[in-house]
């Protein structure tokens, strides 16, 4: 018999084991934002229990010291009305281990003094240096066997810088880890508008008879932040817009949306499915970069009403940069269900304002019956993932009167509206099923793999085309409006930000 698939992937409540968290990096900005935050609303809503947070860093720290940092870590409005009692609670399933990366016996210390419980989750919350040799050291201090408990390990973003950067870390994990112990987290794949990405094309009859080539004319997908490189120069001059946001974040979004459906919701069934997507991307090559890509920079501008400076007058950053800060791409599928289709990629730093959006842009009526025979706009399904978290539906209503004129109008869904909670954070539910052991929405070694080739394509393009222009474009605008040659001959246009 069948095993009820939805015993696996999305949207379950199930319980982990106990466990012990070890954070490598624990002393960094990840582990305050995030991970501590997340592993309280765990705690808070009774999905973990029987746990403890280990914090593995250089930092000359006490076990006091890491709990200090907890504590200060919940302080935020998101829980200013949790009661202290229960962040001391918290706090004190946290202990931490002194040592360096490469020290063989930090890992020692960490085997034989936190032996209980035996299922270990280890997240990389480090510089990707750092991983391989973690990773390793792991492995030989026996912490990545399993025949006590479970041995896990999530591993962040970037994984890898090119293709291959990403195949030799992968060996290097491959090495000391099997594929089922390895999470590669992409912290969109969390957000609950993006999982529900899936569930609005599989979980209902409608759209899916309309998803493809015959109906669809384009897609357009937006990452646009108000963010410039917040401190993050150093970093963001080694990746630039491409490495940054298109080869996780935006891929994972096109593959959601692009997708053929899945036989289950297991883990390896959704994955292949994405993988497939990965496969089908047109090669974007020295040949064709000049056509399907811009890339912008921004200078001195505005950001949410404040004036700030120019890319390369951030700190970290090269006075001569040519970084992408901005880039947007046209990319084609030779799938039977989207040949022809073009999606268009977009994102960017200091743009004029937060919005990440995905549109599907519907093809127009083959006869114009109505408003004197003018084209009417076209229809438009847009997922706002963030912010403003809904789903609205553009289409033409006629205007009330003695004629045909049309207007358009929407169907809007809005999860504060229709489901009134806030809505948890991505990596609340990724630790869960992490602990769980569910890698529905990680990525796998061979995912990976083929988004970096296809980006890889791309950074090899821009580098021996070095003509291609680097646009440059105010901060709080737009983008640059080179970005509209990406459109074609017809009238579409960029949604507005
Ligand atoms: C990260 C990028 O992966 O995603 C950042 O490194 C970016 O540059 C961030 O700001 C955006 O994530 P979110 O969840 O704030 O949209």
């Known amino acids: 018999m069948r095993e009820n698939p939805l015993a696996y992937g999305l949207g379950l409540p199930r319980e982990p084991p ?4 070890v954070i490598f990096g624990a002393s960094g900005d990840l582990t305050r ?3 501590v935050p997340a592993l309280f609303s765990l705690f808070l809503k009774g999905r973990i229990g029987r746990f403890r947070v280990i914090g593995f860093a250089r930092r000359d720290w006490t076990t006091e010291a890491f709990r200090a940092l907890v504590r200060a870590a919940l302080d935020g409005e998101e829980f200013s009305r949790v009661d202290r009692a229960l962040k001391d609670a918290f706090a004190a399933h946290a202990e931490f281990v002194r040592s360096d ?17 035996p299922n270990r989750l280890f997240y990389l919350a480090t510089p990707p240096d750092a991983c391989a040799r973690i990773v390793e050291r792991l492995r030989e201090a026996g912490l990545a066997d399993q025949s006590r408990g479970f041995a896990r390990i999530v591993v962040e973003k970037p994984f890898g810088r090119d293709l291959d950067s990403a195949r030799a870390l ?4 491959a090495a000391a880890f099997a594929e089922e112990q390895v999470f590669r987290i992409d912290h969109y794949l969390g957000k609950e508008t993006v999982q529900n990405i899936m569930l609005l094309r599989f979980g209902n009859g409608i759209f899916e008879p309309v998803w493809n080539n015959r109906y669809v004319d384009h897609v357009q997908i937006t990452m646009a932040e108000t963010l410039g490189a917040e401190g993050r120069g150093g970093y963001y001059e080694s990746a630039g817009a491409l490495r940054d946001m298109v080869q996780n974040h935006m891929l994972q979004l096109l593959c959601l949306v692009a997708m053929e459906p899945p036989v ?3 883990p390896e069934s959704v994955r292949a499915e994405k993988l497939k997507v990965l496969r089908s991307l047109v090669v974007i090559g020295a040949r064709e970069v000049g056509t399907e890509t811009v890339r912008g920079q921004y200078t001195r501008g505005t950001a949410d009403g404040a004036e700030v400076p120019g890319y390369r007058q951030e700190p970290g950053v090269n006075p001569a940069s040519t970084v992408e800060t901005y880039t947007a791409l046209r ?6 269900r989207w040949a022809g289709v073009p999606f268009l990629l977009r994102t960017g730093k200091r743009l004029s304002r937060r919005a990440t959006e995905i549109s599907l842009h519907f093809r127009r009526p083959p006869v114009r019956l109505f408003a004197d025979g003018a084209a009417p706009p076209p229809d438009t399904l847009v997922f706002r993932i963030q912010p403003r978290e809904g789903i609205m539906l553009g289409f033409n209503a006629k205007v009330p009167g003695p004629t045909t004129d049309m207007r358009t109008v929407a169907m809007d869904f809005s999860y504060g509206s229709a489901f009134g909670d806030e809505l ?16 529905t929405l990680f990525m796998r070694r061979d995912e990976i793999e083929a988004s970096w080739e296809f980006v890889t394509g791309v950074l090899e393009g821009w580098r021996v085309s070095g003509a291609l222009t680097l646009e440059t474009y105010r901060a709080g605008t737009q ?4 970005a509209e040659r990406l459109l074609g001959d017809g009238d579409r246009q960029w949604r507005r930000l």
Do not use: C, I, Q, T
Request: net charge negative.
């Open 424 to 439: 948890p954070d991505a990596y609340e539910r990724l630790l869960l099923d992490a602990m769980v052991g569910d890698a």
């Open 479 to 482: 983008g640059p409006a080179a």
């Open 101 to 117: 990366f490469d020290d063989p016996s930090g890992y020692a210390a960490l085997r034989d003094g936190f032996a209980e419980p």
């Open 18 to 21: 106990a466990l012990s968290v």
């Open 33 to 35: 934002r995030k991970l």
């Open 170 to 173: 992968n060996a290097h994990v």
């Open 264 to 266: 289950d919701l297991r």
């Open 331 to 336: 990319v084609h599928l030779a799938s039977w």
